[in-house]
Every structure is written in structure tokens, then in C-alpha cells.
């Protein structure tokens, strides 16, 4: 649940959002920077409730909490009011959680690809259900045709990795998702690092 500083717009630039993100006055300390709570478990009241918040460390905790209002804030454009973020503890653990959001759903997956992300989709996520069509998203010819071949399955996700891996192949993002808008229900890119 967004915290109730969340649930206001954005009224300030990024520049300045990037500058105070996670720096929240510590109440018992005066820190700024804001501690890593290794903590597992979490103080139940006497009703046996989690008065925080927190239950277990894995399922969530005061610095991933922190992480993630500081990602759906810096995410958000001016005037809107902040979504949410999640995280994970890797990529094939967030592409897992997003191909087990689609029961009997179709992925175009660019035929380049983290062998993780691949060998997940097709070694399990087939098995259950979900359609895998590979395909070169450089070739945007093709990807549209094969958009439009399916364009009346459930739940049409397209994902890509721009550079890719292994073969550093480069996707345009703005084509592609111009092509998506018109068939996918979801897209996802996942950019490596940055290109000049």
C-alpha cells in the first residue's frame, strides 16, 4: 500500500525528486541515509497483528519499502499521483511473477534473449499454457505481421531485451511499442545499459 505522502501529485522535477529520493529524516538518529533493516521478523501487537507493516523480510521489508516508493515516485511524470513499484531479487525472478500473471497467455519473444528468460518460458510456462512465438524484433516487418496473426489472443505480451543478449542486437523501442499499442495488452523492454 502507498504511503499517504504517495497519494498526492507530483508537484516537484525529477532533477530535485532524484536529489531527496530516499533521504527521510531518521526519527531516532537524525540519519539521512536510510539504514538496511536486515531483519527476518517483524513485532506482532497483542492481537497478533503487524502494526508496520511487515511480516517477514522476504515478502517485504522497511528498505525494499523504501526502494519502491522511490522508484513509483521517480516514475511518475509532474501532476500525476505515484503508481507502485516492485522489486525483485533478480530479472527471471520479475519475469517469472510476470509469466505467471498471464494463465493462457501468448508471448512474442524476441528470438535473442536472456537464455534464463527463454529457458523459463518455454521449459515451464509452455507446459502450462502459455503460447512462445520467437521472433527478430529488429525486423519489424515480420513482427507486425506476426502481431497481427495473433492479435485476437488473450493476454498478447511482447517481450525484448535491447542491447540483447547475447548478440547485442538493437531494438527500436518507439517503433515497436507503436506496433504493441495497436495488439499487445503489455510490453516489456529491459534495457542492459545505455547506448550514446
Known sequence: MASAAL?????TALATRLAHAGCVVNP???AL???????S?????????????FIYGRSSNPTRKLLEDVLADLETPLGDIPGEAISFSSGVAAAHAIF???PGGHVILADDVYHG????LTSIFEHW???VTQVDMTNLETLSN???????DKNVVLWAETPSNPLLKITDIRAVSNLCNETCQYHFFFLRFRLR
Open 28 to 30: 531516532l538518529t537524525g
Open 7 to 11: 497519494l498526492r501529485p507530483v508537484s
Open 41 to 53: 521478523t517483524f513485532e506482532r501487537d497483542v492481537n497478533l497483528e503487524y502494526p508496520k507493516g
Open 33 to 39: 541515509t536510510p539504514a538496511i533493516q536486515p531483519s
Open 146 to 152: 506476426i502481431l497481427t496473426r495473433h492479435k485476437q
Open 117 to 120: 528468460n527463454r529457458t523459463l
Open 100 to 102: 505467471q500473471g498471464l
Open 129 to 131: 499454457g502459455t503460447k
